[in-house]
T-cell receptor
Framework: NAGVTQTPKFQVLKTGQSMTLQCAQD?????MYWYRQDPGMGLRLIYY???????DKGEVPNGYNVSRLNKREFSLRLESAAPSQTSVYFC?????????????FGPGTRLLVL | GEDVEQSLFLSVREGDSSVINCTYT??????LYWYKQEPGAGLQLLTY?????DMKQDQRLTVLLNKKDKHLSLRIADTQTGDSAIYFC??????????FGTGTSLTVIP
């Protein structure tokens, strides 16, 4: 039981390059999330997926796309990276069953866009 | 987005209680959360409270919610050096929209 895994751990891109951040969870949670964390700020929600086959925009979706490939996997794509997308990206999963809630976060992907 | 505010720093002596405060703006928030983040790691959900509750206790953690003032607090009893970390509060509404505060860095002095 690995929880939430993210790849890669680190990435350096040049402006205009594209990349996909991968996230997988093995807890059979329905909901998955992508956040970014900038220095001195809390997490901001980019996109979420309430269930397999659905995705919705969060607070800061511009410049990103997502795919909920199956129940386990939720990927985040930067089509044309910009320096403003330099950040730490966290994936999370969530389950709310019988009034009890669990959430797990991945270790993060540190992205530098030059 | 919503404004969730926290003080930036808190320093306490080992064995004392820590109280971390948070204010939020949206009265329609359904759940309010507290998370812990250690250096270089992802967030860990510590506890949460439903908006129709005033208090929740979970071992050393006590959450107080004042809906009238939109104020949330986290009290950590008998604070230990392992509690040194950044603590975030967050509110959620409409199920899946989460808004986080900027975090409070807690330093525990031995």
């Amino acid at each position: 039981n690995a929880g939430v895994t993210q790849t890669p751990k680190f990435q350096v891109l040049k402006t205009g390059q594209s990349m996909t951040l991968q996230c997988a969870q093995d807890m059979n949670h329905n909901s998955m999330y992508w956040y970014r964390q900038d220095p001195g700020m809390g997490l901001r929600l980019i996109y979420y997926s309430a269930s397999e086959g659905t995705t919705d925009k969060g607070e800061v979706p511009n410049g990103y796309n997502v795919s909920r490939l199956n129940k386990r996997e939720f990927s985040l794509r930067l089509e044309s990276a910009a320096p403003s997308q330099t950040s730490v990206y966290f994936c999370a999963s969530r389950d709310r069953t019988g009034g009890a809630e669990t959430q797990y976060f991945g270790p993060g992907t540190r992205l530098l866009v030059l | 987005g919503e404004d969730v505010e926290q003080s930036l720093f808190l320093s306490v002596r080992e064995g004392d209680s820590s109280v971390i405060n948070c204010t939020y703006t949206d009265s329609s928030s359904t759940y309010l959360y507290w998370y812990k983040q250690e250096p270089g790691a992802g967030l860990q959900l510590l506890t949460y409270i439903f908006s129709n509750m005033d208090m929740k206790q979970d071992q050393r953690l006590t959450v107080l919610l004042n809906k009238k003032d939109k104020h949330l607090s986290l009290r950590i009893a008998d604070t230990q050096t392992g509690d040194s970390a950044i603590y975030f509060c967050a509110e959620s509404m409409a199920g899946n929209q989460f808004y986080f505060g900027t975090g409070t860095s807690l330093t525990v002095i031995p």
